[in-house]
C-alpha cells in the first residue's frame, strides 16, 4: 500500500501528493504493541499501509469492535474535535502505519478542498459502520432480553400447577388416606398435568400468533361453578378467598372451556400476587344487551399508574420479583379470539378490577 493508493489521498493534485509526503511518517508496531490507548492526546491521524489494527474500547477487559486492514484511516475523530482518544488502537499483527501529526494535518486539509470532502467521506462511511454495528448489538441484546422475560414467563406460569402437583401428590402417598380421598387427589393431579399441558399449548399459539381456540355452544354457569371451586382450592393454601359475588348467568355462549378456564385461572392467580394473607378476590357477572361483563376485583394495592397504558403488552411487569405479563398477553388474544375485550382498571378505596366481555349466542 502506498500514499497514492489510499482511498482518501487517490484524487488529489500532484502538489497535494508532494505536500503529503512531506509530512508524513512511517512508523512500526510489533504484533499486540498499542498505537495508542484510550484518553491519550489525539496526536495525529492514522492510515494502516500494511497489516492490522483492532479498535476497542475498555481498559482492564477490552471489546474489540472494529479491524482495519491496509489503506483504511484511524485516529481522525480526536484530531477533528481536538478530545482524547475515545477508543483504543493496536496491531493484531507486525503492522505498518502512515502517521500525519495533527498540526500538519489540520493545516493540510485546510489547504485542500479535495482532501477536507475525501476526509468528510469517510468519516460518514465509518459513522453509518458504527450505526449499523450499534443497532445490530441493540437488537441481539433486546432480543437476549426478550428470550429471558420469555423463559421466566414460563416457568412463573408453571410454578402454580407444579406446587399443587407437589402437595397432591403428598396426600395422595399417605397411605391412611380413604379410597375417596385418593380418587380426589388423583384427579387433582391429573388436571394440573392437563393444565401445564394447556398452557405450554396456549405459550405456543401465541408466539405463532395463530388462534388456538375451539369455541361452541356449552353451559357457561357449570363452567364458571367449576373454575371457582378449582380455584378457591388452588388458593386456600394462601389464605386468600375467592368470593362469589352473583350467580353466574344462565345465559347462552358459546366458548372454549380450555383456553377461557385460562383466563380466570391467569387473572386469579395474578391478583393473588399482590395480596396478603386474609386477602379477598371478587368474582361478578354483569349481563347487559349482546353481551356478559365478567369482573375479577381483588383487595391489593391497585394498578401503579406507570404500567396501566402497558399492562396487557408482552413482557409488562410492576411490583413483582417474578413473571413478566405475557399472561396477561395471552389473556387479551383468547378473550379476543371469543369476540370479547378485556381491560383493567383501578379505583379509589377498591384494588385492581379487570374485566372481560364474552358475546351471548346469536
Given at each position: ?186 384427579n387433582r393431579i391429573c388436571r394440573q398435568v392437563q393444565r401445564i399441558n394447556d398452557l405450554v399449548t396456549d405459550i405456543l399459539a401465541f408466539t405463532e400468533g395463530r388462534r388456538n381456540t375451539s369455541i361452541r355452544p356449552g353451559d357457561f354457569r357449570a363452567f364458571v361453578l367449576e373454575q371457582v371451586a378449582e380455584l378457591q382450592a388452588d388458593i386456600a393454601a394462601k389464605q386468600i378467598r375467592l368470593v362469589l359475588e352473583n350467580e353466574p348467568p344462565a345465559e347462552s355462549l358459546s366458548f372454549d372451556p380450555r383456553t377461557l378456564g385460562r383466563v380466570f385461572q391467569n387473572l386469579v392467580h395474578n391478583a393473588t400476587d399482590f395480596l396478603d394473607e386474609n386477602g379477598t378476590i371478587f368474582l361478578r357477572f354483569k349481563p347487559s344487551p ?73
Open positions: 500500500m502506498t500514499l497514492e493508493t489510499i482511498p482518501l489521498f487517490r484524487h488529489l493534485s500532484g502538489e497535494d501528493m508532494q505536500t503529503l509526503r512531506r509530512i508524513v511518517q512511517e512508523r512500526q508496531f510489533a504484533s499486540g504493541q498499542d498505537v495508542f490507548c484510550e484518553g491519550a492526546d489525539g496526536d495525529g491521524v492514522y492510515f494502516v499501509k500494511d497489516g492490522l489494527v483492532e479498535i476497542s474500547a475498555g481498559t482492564s477487559v477490552r471489546r474489540v469492535f472494529s479491524r482495519l486492514g491496509p489503506g483504511e484511516i484511524f485516529g481522525e475523530m480526536a484530531v477533528i474535535d481536538q478530545r482524547p482518544r475515545s477508543a483504543n488502537a493496536s496491531a493484531a499483527q507486525a503492522t505498518v502505519v502512515f502517521f500525519l501529526p495533527r498540526a500538519e494535518m489540520l493545516e493540510f486539509i485546510q489547504n485542500s478542498p479535495a482532501a477536507s470532502f475525501a476526509l468528510l467521506q469517510q468519516i460518514s462511511l465509518r459513522l453509518r459502520d458504527f450505526n449499523r454495528l450499534h443497532l445490530r448489538e441493540v437488537l441481539e441484546a433486546e432480543r437476549l432480553a426478550a428470550v429471558g422475560n420469555f423463559a421466566r414467563s414460563i416457568v412463573h406460569d408453571l410454578k402454580n400447577p407444579l406446587g399443587i402437583i407437589g402437595l397432591t401428590a403428598e396426600i395422595y402417598a399417605n397411605p391412611a388416606l380413604p379410597p375417596n380421598a385418593r380418587t380426589q387427589a388423583k349482546g353481551e356478559i361483563l365478567v369482573e375479577i376485583e381483588d383487595t391489593g394495592p391497585g394498578i401503579a399508574p406507570e404500567i396501566a397504558g402497558q399492562l396487557f403488552q408482552p413482557f409488562a411487569t410492576h411490583g413483582k420479583s417474578h413473571g413478566t405479563g405475557l399472561g396477561l398477553s395471552i389473556c387479551k388474544k383468547i378473550i379476543e379470539d371469543h369476540g370479547g375485550t378485556i381491560s383493567a382498571r383501578s379505583e379509589p378505596g377498591h384494588g385492581a378490577i379487570f374485566g372481560f366481555t364474552l358475546p351471548l349466542a346469536k
